[in-house]
């Protein structure tokens, strides 16, 4: 680039170059989620007994993903549907912040000369790879080769103003500390990653803008800017989550305010660490350091800093009835199968009360009947406390499967093995049942709102009909679970005629009001017709959940066998 380029085409320079370095910066770590996310993810949850091996994990995790803040989401989420607990997230989060160093490091080693081969190269594999895993690691590879080539305009867009005076002078102003803390932070958090704004410091220093003194503040600025990504992430959530952002935000301010008073003697010692290494390197090496002091000096303090949070962000007695959590199912009674089973079928009742009440909720609010909030949690909008229903159902499905491994572990009789099995398919049933309840009943009235049509009088009648008499199915299945009763499951399977023969008078009434030309049912004739769906599929579920249950019955065989004796 010339050195007399006009003020604009520098600009111009300079933001594409960060729009560049931005992109391949999420390419890349979007490659590697993809090559690796599950398996990080369920590497957190199983892993992190103690303090030390969630550092670890944590470390390990964000050096693959290449991103802390998508460590920081999955925490959240993690904590959120308690896979993993608020305690063991802290040592996660420690370890997130030195895994986040090997992204600086990388960047020093200055590619920028290399780096369209580098694209080029993951690019072909993204494209000629025939295996997904191929696929995702050139795209990881090409937003790697991505990365370097925004350095490079962003290097070259800096050469015209190492000799710009009002440049230099605003630089100038970086020499106070608290200053370079505040720049640091708010860029980071304008855009969600501290590796980032680590490299953009590195290319500073690269073209002799930026010192070493200069760079460590910004750095530390950094690591709370980037905590704005898993506050973001933990809107909405309970507590628990909502705790593992603020911790992480207070072991940054923490860190950061004692550091800022060494920041001389930090700098000697960098010097004296990366003897003969160009800046940038010091500057990667500075950012490694801190980090790792900043982890190590607080890993044996976790418990006391868990409690210090836990005080300033308690837990509400409204908000514990809404965090998913069994009711009946205890460790205890393993050994003794038969009550654990019976503690299983009272668990999985639990659930069935669950799926009526977000039926009543989602049929409710395409019916017009819907009451502003829920009668239970009175703080919830209705439709929210279907979503929180569902959440529970997921939460219960993979509790009671759990239990009932557990289960038949042990040595059981014949009838207890049989009915173990069938509880382990009916609750998978129960889990999808709330899916359609939640997925596509919630869909379509999404879509109705978009739509602004409402169904007519007449459809909303019938409707309430069908939904009456999948409702009645769910009360009864509810009794018929907590009982294991397959004489009371045969009395659901005896009407199932009913139901399809109600199911088609109605939608034969709404097909005679289309043909009729009623404007209002021709309008919302899809969703009519795929709302009766869902009841069908809920039906037959139901049906499903029944015939299991009547397959206990003595002198029959099991649901594969199919045949009475």
Known sequence: ???????????????????????????????????????????????????????????????????????????????????MTYSQALGVILGAEIGTTVTAQLIAFRLNDYALLIFAAGFCLKILGRKPGYQHAGEALAGFGLLFFGMQLMSEAMIPLRSYT????????????LLSVAVGMGFTALIQSSSAFVGIVIVLA????????????????????????????????????????????????????????????????????????????????????????????????????????????????????LIPKVWHLKKSALNTPSMALSFTRAEMARMNKILGRMLDGAIASFTGTAAPFDSIFPSLPTLQAV????????YLETQVTDYLFKIVEQPLSDRESKEAFALMNIVKVQEEIGDIIEVRLLNLLAEKETLKVDLTTQGKKEITELYTNISGEIHLLTEVLREMNPEKAAVLLEQKDHFYQLKQDVEYRHLKRVEDMVAQSKLTHTIHMELMDSLRQIHEYNTSIARAIQTLRPGREDAAGGRER
């Open 166 to 177: 009002p440049f230099i002078e605003s630089l100038h102003q970086l020499k106070n500390p």
């Open 1 to 83: 680039m010339h050195t007399d380029l006009p003020l604009q085409y520098i600009t111009i320079y300079f933001i594409g170059g960060i729009a560049v370095f931005l992109y391949g910066m999420n390419t890349m770590s979007s490659g590697l989620k993809k090559v690796s996310g599950e398996r990080i993810r369920s590497l957190m949850a199983t892993l992190t007994s103690n303090r030390l091996s969630a550092l670890f994990v944590g470390s390990f995790a964000t050096m693959v993903v290449q991103s802390s803040s998508a460590i920081m989401v999955m925490l959240v989420g993690l904590v959120q549907t308690q896979l």
């Open 206 to 321: 690269q073209q002799g803008v930026l010192t070493l003194e200069a760079s460590i503040p910004l750095m530390l600025g950094s690591n709370i800017g980037t905590c704005v990504t898993a506050a973001i992430a933990s809107i909405g959530t309970f507590r628990a989550a909502r705790r593992v952002s603020l911790a992480q935000i207070l072991f940054n301010v923490f860190s950061v305010t004692f550091f800022l008073c060494w920041i001389p003697e930090s700098v000697t010692i960098v010097r004296f660490l990366s003897p003969g290494a160009e800046l940038p390197r010091q500057i990667a090496n500075a950012h490694t350091l801190y980090n790792l002091l900043m982890s190590f000096a607080f890993l044996p303090f976790t418990p006391l800093f868990g409690r210090l949070v836990f005080l300033l962000l308690p837990d509400k007695d409204e908000e514990l009835k």
């Open 387 to 394: 979503k929180m229903r569902e959440e529970k159902i997921d």
